[in-house]
């Protein structure tokens, strides 16, 4: 009795972990980047690699702030590997924090 | 989204020759301009570009071949510019309607409407091409509002468009900007464009500029190839239908040098399945094959001078008619009844261009072809060759640096030597017309643009002929734009080549006049308003055209009952095409296309003024596209509600003389999924499975009096499911 209780617990525990690791697989990440683009057509190169990166599900260029916004689930890519990716497609990545990604968009916006 | 509204002001030309090129990149701001720093300058289709300092000046390297600088701005439409050797651009950009928002996995838009140009032509481009099975240029325009495409006949398979409720002879068709697939290639020239070929297509109505031609009357159609120095490095195309056709295209480009690129395409088909689904004895589809290999060659000098060449082959053959028919039966009334045609086909282009100074440049455009046909139907034997050379001279003078000023003169040359048998009966056509003309377009600024031409031509039977026409562009205010035409234009039909469907009936053909010169007036007018409705943009569209007919080759059905008269007009023949168009993205990335056309088109058929056989009163056209938000899956739907028509009276025809033909809607749906260098897509055509009843009049006997299988104004094959995947690599 005691083993089995033993057991349906571990089982349970094991469960909400799952799910646990479940969730956070599937939790919608942002990661914004400080890229280098002069033009449209970096812009159109950038956005074709992108999407089709893996667990990607939304993207935000400003070619006027440089900027790159990339939302993606979290258990499917890294902002390592999708500044790795930008890298290749000839480009400067460099991870910056949602905070001055915005303050970055705004700074642009006014000029 | 891109579209573009300019105003370029040159500055005075230092050198002929500058290098690099320098300017200023204004933005309009409450009517005001204002520099804008930080807007960025490339060149066309190149990945490095500059940014304009704090004053909005700019300094760009020259680029080896291209010629065209994209401007853009966050908060401002991107703007494309050609540079025309000017030591300084000043180019000023519009506002964006939605300023907050900037995302960039915006939707390609495949079909718009150009803002500058005096005649309204819509472009319709890969995005646009890829929303149908889109095999070939017949099959291109299901989404589109104002083009139909309609069978000609039950058995052949041959297709004609429609634009402004006229027959297709009636608008130009061209590739690469000069007219072609005319004389024997007119019946079947449709299916000789394949579209995964494509770039784009343009589509003007209404009167035509005179340099192309006399001959546009209610419009011109031009099929772009894909260039060799264009992105594209490599791209193939699979379909196959559910009924068994099969089809392959590929183009791979090579870029030799950075001044010369060659492409080399290839169109294969095949459909060899008799179906029969109404169990008429007829095949419903002719069985078909078809080869086509293009070769072209592009070179750009950095002096200004531009070549660019093409060779093409076709070779297709196509069998209709009685499943039990085979290839080879000897022709008599006791075997079953068959058409066969085969075509072959040999083009050679040639287009050059040299920019002598920033004020003139000339540009020669030639193309020669060689075309052999081989036919019959049933008894009736119908063969023709024929050779064409065209040659277009064309000099382009901008008067004055500002753009505001430019003139368009040159000349013209047409041969065109055929000879066609019917049955015994030799037609021999030689035609040779040098034709000359001059157009002034006036750009007094960004709202208004004129062009008047005129052309005159010397043909060597019809005598000389002048033929006159006026376009006007007006933006009374912002986002709308008027524009009104008219013009004039002429043919000198084929009439045997352009009718010979005609002789998939028990009737005979009777040409009462050898040669004749078809002539009409076009008038048109009509308005786009573009606005942004909830941060979408929404484009209405009202067009009005008519087309007056002082001669006409008139087919006319209905006054004899044992023969077809081919027929000088003898009478009036007009035609009135109202269209409504509603375009918008109703929720984000959903689109949709409703259009309404009514089509007055009326003819003196055996010295009555009658509607037009075989042509819908109405048509009504409504387009879904949805795609998620990255542009991974597309959806389409597309619906078309024609009216019903009259068909026909026939002296021998038991109906009596007013019968009508149904209203019906045909469907089509495909789903697309993108991956990164490809995409599949799952499709149907004909959703609803409607085919015209009886499309093949007195099957049982097709050797006795009734039998007609030209009395086509619906679908004649039903539901048809395909497939096909596209595959692209671009150059790095």
């Known amino acids: 009795m005691k083993r089995l209780f033993l057991l349906v617990s571990l089982f349970t525990v094991l469960g909400i972990n799952n799910i646990q690791a479940q969730e956070t697989k599937n939790e919608q990440t942002t990661v914004c980047f400080k890229t280098n683009m002069t033009c449209h057509n970096c812009e159109l190169t950038l956005t074709n690699y992108l999407k089709f990166e893996k667990g990607v599900k939304d993207l935000k260029f400003d070619l006027q702030s440089n900027t790159i916004k990339v939302v993606y689930k979290s258990g499917k890519n890294s902002p390592e590997n999708l500044a790795k990716g930008i890298k290749k497609q000839g480009y400067e990545a460099d991870v910056i924090p949602e905070k001055e990604y915005n303050h970055l968009i705004q700074e642009s916006s006014k000029k | ?732």
């Open chain 2, 1 to 732: 989204m891109k579209r573009v509204i300019l105003l370029l002001l040159v500055f005075l030309p230092f050198s002929v020759f500058p290098n690099p090129v320098k300017g200023r990149v204004f933005g309009i701001e409450d009517n005001l301009k204002i520099v804008l720093p930080g807007a960025s300058v490339s060149w066309a289709g190149a990945s490095a570009g500059t940014i304009a300092d704090k004053d909005g000046a700019f300094t760009i390297e020259l680029h080896q071949s291209v010629k065209l600088l994209v401007f853009s701005f966050v908060g401002y439409q991107s703007d494309t510019v050609k540079w025309n050797g000017e030591e300084k651009l000043e180019v000023v950009l519009q506002r964006n309607q939605e300023l907050d928002e900037v995302t960039v996995v915006q939707k390609n838009k495949g079909t718009y409407i150009s803002k500058m140009n005096p005649i309204g032509t819509q472009h319709i481009n890969g995005a646009e091409l890829q929303k149908a099975a889109c095999c070939n240029l017949s099959e291109s325009f299901t989404t589109n509002a104002s083009v139909d495409v309609s069978y000609q006949d039950a058995i052949t398979g041959a297709k004609q468009i429609k634009l402004l409720g006229l027959d297709g002879i009636y608008s130009q068709m061209q590739t690469e900007n000069f007219p072609n697939l005319r004389g024997l290639a007119t019946i079947y020239g449709l299916t000789y464009i394949p579209g995964p070929w494509l770039e784009s297509i343009h589509v003007s109505k209404g009167a035509a500029s005179v340099v192309n031609g006399y001959e546009s009357i209610t419009g011109q159609i031009n099929a772009s190839f894909k260039k060799p120095d264009a992105y594209e490095a490599f791209h193939f195309n699979l379909f196959g239908s559910a009924e068994g056709k099969t089809e392959v295209n590929s183009n791979v480009s090579l870029k030799l040098s950075d001044r010369t690129s060659t492409a080399f395409f290839i169109h294969g088909e095949n459909f060899q399945n008799r179906i029969d689904h109404n169990h008429d004895g007829f095949l419903d589809e002719p069985l078909m094959k078809q080869i086509h290999l293009f070769n072209q060659w592009k070179y750009t000098s950095e002096k200004g001078f531009m070549l660019h060449a093409g060779v093409h082959y076709l070779g297709e053959q196509r069998i209709g008619g009685r499943v039990s028919f085979r290839e080879g039966m000897a022709r008599t009334a006791s075997n079953p009844y068959g058409v066969e045609v085969k075509n072959d086909r040999f083009e050679l282009y040639f287009k050059g261009g040299y920019d002598i100074n920033p004020h003139h440049s000339v540009a020669f455009i030639s193309n020669a072809t060689y075309h052999d046909m081989l036919s019959f139907y049933g008894l009736n034997w119908y063969s023709g060759k024929e050779k064409t050379w065209y040659g277009n001279l064309i000099h382009t003078f901008s008067i004055d640096e500002l753009g505001v000023h430019t003139l368009n003169s040159g000349a013209s040359f047409i041969l065109d030597q055929a000879d066609e048998a019917l049955n015994q009966a030799a037609i021999t056509t030689d035609e040779t017309v040098p034709g000359l003309f001059s157009e002034y377009t006036l750009k007094p600024g960004p709202k208004v643009t004129f062009m008047a031409g005129l052309r005159a031509d010397f043909h060597r039977v019809m005598g000389t002929f002048f033929t006159p026409r006026l376009h006007l562009r007006v933006e009374p205010f912002e986002h709308l734009n008027f524009r009104v035409s008219a013009g004039k234009g002429y043919r000198t039909p084929r009439i045997m080549a352009e009718n010979s469907f005609l002789l998939a009936t028990s009737r005979s053909l009777s040409i009462v006049e050898d040669q004749i010169l078809e002539e009409a007036w076009n008038y048109g007018a009509s308005t786009i308003y573009d606005v942004q409705v909830a941060g979408r943009p929404l484009s209405l569209i009202a067009e009005y055209f008519r087309t007056d007919f002082s001669n006409q080759l008139v087919v006319d059905r209905e006054t004899s009952a044992s023969q077809i008269l081919l027929a000088p007009l003898d009478g009036k023949s007009f035609a009135n095409s109202y269209q409504l168009e509603v375009r918008y993205e109703v929720l984000p990335r959903l689109d949709i296309t409703t259009a309404y056309r009514v089509n007055d088109v009326r003819q003196t058929i055996g010295g009555q003024l009658l509607r037009n056989p075989l042509t819908s009163k109405y048509k009504a056209l409504f387009t879904l596209n949805y795609s998620d938000r990255l542009k991974k899956w597309m959806f389409d739907y597309t619906a078309h509600f024609n009216g019903g028509g009259r068909l026909p009276g026939n002296p021998s025809n038991s109906f009596g003389v007013h019968q009508e033909f149904p209203a019906f809607t045909v469907m089509n749906a495909q789903v697309t999924k993108y991956f990164r260098y490809w995409n599949v897509y799952l499709g149907v055509e004909n959703l609803l499975d409607y085919v015209q009843d009886h499309p093949v009049i007195g099957a049982d006997d097709p050797y006795g009096p009734k039998f007609d299988a030209t009395q086509i104004w619906g679908p004649v094959m039903g539901r048809k499911f395909y497939a096909g995947i596209r595959i692209t690599l671009n150059h790095k």
